[in-house]
């Protein structure tokens, strides 16, 4: 069977279209690696940041100003970048000793933008329940507005998620029991 030209440049067209759709998805999965890439080894400098800081306040005590000396030195250094005022090398202080056990948890903190991070640590005291968060938030995809929206709303409490001893306390049985009333939405 002989095809004539229009249903060459048919199959054509759509072998292209075809193609091009691939590629499209490549180039978008590879920037999408690419930006999490970069947000991990920035999230990673953060920490180290901050456990530095953490170090050297033990070693030399508050009175020193480590974090308002630490600031002016950066900016001073790298004008051209953003991230070193105090306000941040506090955030980054407060990180580093929020995810203390970072090179464990690195995976799920490193997953997270900055922003998320800085948000978690101001609404937030307890470590098991800014991990909880930070889990639901890759889990769900959250953009920072519903991340706070979940927090001010304590879904954590909601979903029964938030920290127990039930167990540490109870017998398998009665600790899921225990969890699963927690959860059930009539008694949240």
């Not at 090398?89 to 990180?95: E, G, N, R, T, V």
């Amino acid at each position: 069977m002989v095809k004539n030209k229009n249903e060459v440049a048919h199959q054509d067209a759509e072998g292209y279209a075809i193609f091009l759709v691939s590629l499209k998805e490549r180039i978008q999965n590879s920037q999408q690696r690419a930006a999490l890439a970069v947000n991990g080894e920035l999230i990673l400098l953060y920490w180290d940041i901050g456990n530095e800081i953490l170090k050297r306040q033990a070693e030399q005590g508050w009175g020193a100003k480590v974090i308002e000396k630490l600031a002016t030195d950066l900016k001073t250094a790298f004008p051209e970048l953003k991230g070193f005022s105090t306000r941040n090398l506090k955030y980054m202080k407060a990180f580093a000793n929020s995810w203390a056990d970072f090179p464990i948890g690195q995976q799920l903190a490193a997953q997270l933008p900055w922003f998320h991070h800085c948000l978690l640590l101001d609404k937030i005291n307890d470590r098991d329940t800014i991990r909880w968060y930070a889990q639901a938030c890759i889990e769900h995809g959250w953009s920072r507005a519903v991340l706070q929206f979940q927090i001010e709303s304590k879904l954590h409490i909601r979903q029964g998620a938030a920290p127990n001893n039930f167990t540490k306390n109870l017998a398998a049985p009665q600790s899921d029991l225990a969890k699963a009333v927690l959860k059930d939405p009539y008694c949240s």
